[in-house]
């Protein structure tokens, strides 16, 4: 079956660091990828996604690209702001497929 | 203007009993699908529904059920509560990009269920 994995958090960075989260996948086919954020006691927002290999997803100064020759999604910003602190998931659904397998979460906590 | 909305927004009741949570979306979206995300955020489908098809995730006890009355909604009916119902439940809709050939989901803000 489908699964994703990401870096366990926390992570806690200062102010305008860089961002790296971890995401690998396990698919059949040819899997559509995403980026879901969810700030406290919200929903979940879509980030952003990609539905084939080598595009790159960005929204909001984030960008992941998808990478089908290691199996990787991962999340990445130049320069974190104390807003950004929220619970990022990364998800897969199969080509045509309309339901999200969803990675466990990575906390991220960014400290003036 | 609220896409897609989830009432109430937390619940609290005792085990045993029968609740409902309600989901509405006004985006137009033909699929419909539930998810519970548990005290560890992790999230897991539970449901997925269009007007033709429901899917369910076979891990799901039968004493959950989704009944949609119409394209906008679909609810989520538990009976027989257990402790371990306690979770966040997150409604969402989506929309089928035709040339990117995937689905683009949107989600509730949640309903805290708790069960005592």
């Known amino acids: 079956g489908n699964s994703v994995t990401q870096m366990e958090g926390p992570v806690t960075l200062s102010e305008e660091a860089f961002l790296t989260i971890n995401c690998t996948y396990t698919?059949?086919?040819?899997?559509?990828l995403f980026w879901y954020v969810q700030y406290p006691g919200e929903g979940l927002q879509l980030l952003l996604k990609?539905?084939?290999?080598?595009d790159k997803g960005s929204n909001k100064g984030f960008e992941a690209t998808y990478r089908k020759e290691t199996t990787s999604f991962h999340l990445e910003k130049g320069s974190v702001q104390v807003s950004d602190s929220a619970v990022y998931f990364c998800?897969?659904?199969?080509?045509?497929?309309?339901?999200?397998?969803f990675g466990g979460g990575t906390r991220l906590m960014v400290k003036p | 203007d609220t896409a897609v909305s989830q009432t109430p927004k937390y619940l609290v009741t005792q085990m045993g009993n029968d609740k409902s949570i309600k989901c509405e979306q006004n985006?137009?979206?033909?699929?419909m699908y539930w998810y519970k995300q548990d005290s560890k955020k992790f999230l897991k489908i539970m449901f997925s529904?269009?007007?033709?098809?429901?899917?369910i995730n076979e891990t799901v006890p039968n004493r959950f059920s989704p009944k949609s009355p119409d394209k906008a909604h679909l609810n989520l009916h538990i009976n027989s509560l257990e402790l371990g119902d306690s979770a966040v439940y997150f409604c969402?809709?989506?929309?089928?990009?035709?040339?990117?050939?995937?689905?683009?989901?949107?989600f509730g803000p949640g309903t805290r269920l708790t069960v005592t």
């Open positions: 698919a059949t086919g040819y899997p559509s």
């Open positions: 998800a897969l659904s199969e080509r045509a497929g309309n339901m999200l397998t």
């Open positions: 985006l137009g979206h033909d699929t």
């Open positions: 529904y269009n007007n033709k098809e429901l899917i």
């Open positions: 969402a809709s989506s929309f089928y990009h035709r040339d990117r050939g995937a689905y683009e989901q949107y």
């Open positions: 990609a539905t084939k290999a080598d």
